[in-house]
Structure formats: C-alpha cells, structure tokens
C-alpha cells in the first residue's frame, strides 16, 4: 500500500537528504539510550564497588552513632563516683592482661574445693533469710545506690555548653565533640545535608563561637553556599566572632555581601561589601591574590593542590590553596563581576602612589594599606619558620630521639616549602604583568 499523499519522510531536509543536525540528533538519541541502559544495569546488579562504598558509608555512620548515644548517656547522668570505679576497673583488666601476657602458662588442673560457690538450697540462711541480721536485700540496696548516684548526677550537656573546648573540661568531652564532628562529616559525605546540618549546629553549640577548636562552622558555611541559601550563612557568620579569621568565612562573607550590593537588595550597599572583602584580606592576604589572579598565572603553577585536605587557620597557606581549589571559587567565578572586582581594588590600592596610611585609607576603596597587602613579609616569615623546624626534627633523628616515621606519615605532611615556593613563582608572574615589582612595599 502506498504512502499518503503530502506524507514527509522523518528526518530528512527538503531534498531528502539527511542534514548535519538530523544526524547529531540521531547519535545524541543513541548515546542516552546507552547511558539509561548502564545506569538501569549497574541499578539492578548486585556487589558492585560504588554499592560497597555505600555500605561502609552506612556501616560507619551506624557505628558513629552509637557509640554517640552511648557518650550521650554518660553526660546526662555524669556521676564522679561511678566514673572513677569504672576507670579503676578499666585500669585493673589492663594490668591482669598485661599481667597474664607476661607470666608463664600454667598447667591447667581442676578446681579444688576452695573455689566452689554454694548455689540453691545449699546456701548459707545469712545469703536467704531476712532474719538473719548479716541479711542485706539486694534490692533495696541497689535502690539506695541509685538514689545516691541520681542526687550526685550532672548533665555535663548543660554545664559545659559552650566550653567543650577548654583544656579544663573532662576528656570525655572532646571525645563526644570529636565523635560528633566525624558524624557530622559522614552525613555530609552520604549527602545527607540535613542531618549533617543538625550535627554540626549541636557541634557548634558545644564548642562555643568564641575559640572553637573544630571545623563545624567551615563545613555549615559550605554546605549552605553550595545550597545557594545567603540568608542562612548571614545568620551563621552573625554568630561568629568578628575576630574569626577562618578564610571559609569571611571569604564567603564577602560574596554574598557583594551578590547583594550588585542585585539592590535591601540594606547593602558598596561600603558594607567593601568592609567584608577588607576584612577577609587581613584575614588571608594569600587568598586573595590566588582569587584574583588564578586563572592565568595560579593554575599553571600550583600543583598537587588537591593533597591539602582540613588545613587550620595556623596554616594559612595550605587554607588558600584548598579553598581556591574547592567548589568555593567556582562560586566567584560564576559570580557575574566577583573576581573582576577583586582584582580591581587590589590593583587600585597596589598602584597608588602614596605612602601614607591615612591618604592610602582614604583613597582605596577596601579600606586597605599597601603593608596589609604584602604577601612577601609573611611568605619569608613562614618559610623561615618551616625551615627552622625542619632543622630541629633533623637533629632530633640524628640524636635518635625521635622514633622513625613511616612513609605513610611522610606523605600525609604537606610540604610547606615546595608550595610558598610555586606561590612565590606565580606572584612574580603577576608583579612582573602589572608592574608592581617595585610598588610592593617589602620588609
């Protein structure tokens, strides 16, 4: 049977013949159909290696929680007495089996009468009797015990708020802050953004906001920037202290505060966002010159950055590589004018002419000096301190008094040296584009 008249052939141009766009269609057409057939298959298929991590995942984050709710339990119900004996009971067990690894084996032989334990009716009427006055209940002693241990309990959760970071606390409080942290970081692994949310929250109450000792903050800033939610990083770096010099703070600090002075929202404006972004310089000068200038001088210099995993405010370096490294900067750069703004006012207050810190204040928009723009003093200062350490942990070998380390632990050390030295290389770089050799005051 004969085709319709006015039918048009599918996939073809006027004259019939097939186009460049119906035969791209046709291959993006198969490609997806190869890609839902692998993801229907690994679905359906049993024992694979992204199924294996998943259980581990699950497996860690079921032990990390128990043995939360068992450290939970203890500060509620905190009792010295109680805790002292169950230290001297840990204390004894390890002596008996350091004890019985040290002694010789014994024969073994049976039993003799001495150590037999008189059960039922063969038992003495003082262990049976009430009337026999060396009688004592269990039950009401027990009972007595209990009374005692509750009129002497303290919930260490409410004493301690706020202080789970202080030296003077009992350890078994960093060791509920530790545990929680690693919850935290599990459920944000497994992508549970939620659950991760409420624990680092818990992590944040318990250490204070004054010196915390932990990474919650960073972690709670980055997930509520990925999540695109500035209103609830606002209220977060509120929290804070103003002297926190976390770079995943007040750097974020800055971007929103500049998103808001570019869309009009209510209550910003320039000088608020100039504030923020004068405030995260002083607080990682490093941070900033790698933000403004990654892309073509950065990038194709720094190797190995993807080694630098939780680096501290004591390491301000490793800070800014791992933060301009991360999903952070991508968060700049996709920020219509963010970067380009960086770079600008940095320039501005590198080239002006004068000296003086109070015209050089009134002039920069950032509010900045050139002495606060000086990346060379800190960089010698840090590597003159590496080195000096280095020197000490090898007469420290020599001397053998230190034990051997091994190779593992060398390769989780960040080599400080070798990353100040590419920093150095890619400033020079940048000096030398902008000539700014002979503006950068130096110590």
């Not at 230190?402 to 190779?407: A, E, G, K, R």
Request: proline fraction near 3%; hydrophobic fraction near 35%; charged fraction near 35%.
């Amino acid at each position: 049977m004969g085709k319709a008249a006015g039918s048009k052939k599918r996939g073809r141009g006027n004259n019939g013949l097939w186009t460049n766009a119906d035969h791209m269609a046709r291959d993006e057409k198969r490609n997806q159909k190869k890609v839902d057939q692998y993801e229907r298959s690994e679905l359906l298929s049993h024992g694979t290696a992204k199924q294996h991590e998943t259980q581990k995942l699950k497996l860690h984050i079921v032990k990390a929680n128990r043995h939360l709710t068992l450290l939970r339990d203890r500060l509620k119900s905190w009792d010295d007495v109680t805790e002292k004996k169950r230290e001297e009971e840990v204390a004894r067990k390890l002596r008996e089996e350091e004890a019985a690894k040290n002694a010789p084996k014994k024969r073994r032989r049976r039993l003799g009468p001495e150590t037999w334990k008189l059960r039922g009716a063969a038992r003495p009427a003082w262990e049976v009797y009430d009337f026999d006055v060396r009688y004592v209940c269990p039950h009401l002693k027990n009972h007595e015990d209990a009374r005692e241990r509750a009129a002497r309990s303290r919930n260490l959760l409410l004493v301690y708020k706020g202080k789970f970071g202080n030296p003077d606390v009992p350890g078994i409080c960093r060791e509920y802050l530790k545990t929680l942290m690693q919850l935290g970081l599990l459920y944000k692994q497994a992508k549970k953004f939620k659950a991760a949310r409420s624990t680092f929250l818990e992590c944040l109450d318990l250490d204070g906001s004054t010196e915390p000792i932990t990474c919650a903050r960073c972690h709670l800033m980055r997930i509520y920037m990925n999540a695109d939610r500035p209103e609830s990083a606002k209220r977060l770096w509120e929290r804070l202290s103003p002297k926190d010099t976390d770079v995943w703070i007040r750097y974020s600090q800055a971007l929103v505060e500049y998103t808001y002075w570019k869309n009009d929202e209510e209550g910003s404006s320039q000088a608020l966002a100039c504030e923020a972004l004068s405030n995260a310089i002083r607080a990682n000068i490093y941070c900033a010159y790698y933000l403004a200038f990654g892309n073509k001088f950065f990038d194709s210099v720094m190797e190995y950055a993807e080694e630098i995993e939780d680096a501290t405010e004591e390491e301000p370096l490793e800070e800014a590589i791992e933060y301009c490294n991360s999903e952070q900067r991508t968060s700049w750069e996709e920020n219509d004018g963010a970067v380009e703004w960086v770079q600008s006012v940095i320039l501005d207050a590198l080239q002006h002419e004068s000296t003086d810190t109070d015209t050089a204040k009134s002039n920069s928009p950032l509010q900045l000096t050139k002495e606060e723009l000086d990346w060379r003093g800190p960089i010698q200062r840090m590597e003159k301190a590496a080195k000096a350490f280095r020197k000490q942990e090898e007469e420290l070998e020599d001397k053998s008094e230190i034990q051997n380390v091994s190779d593992d632990q060398e390769l989780d050390e960040v080599d400080v040296l070798m990353f100040a030295g590419m920093f150095q290389t890619a400033m020079e770089m940048v000096e030398e584009k902008f000539g700014l050799a002979q503006k950068i005051i130096s110590p």
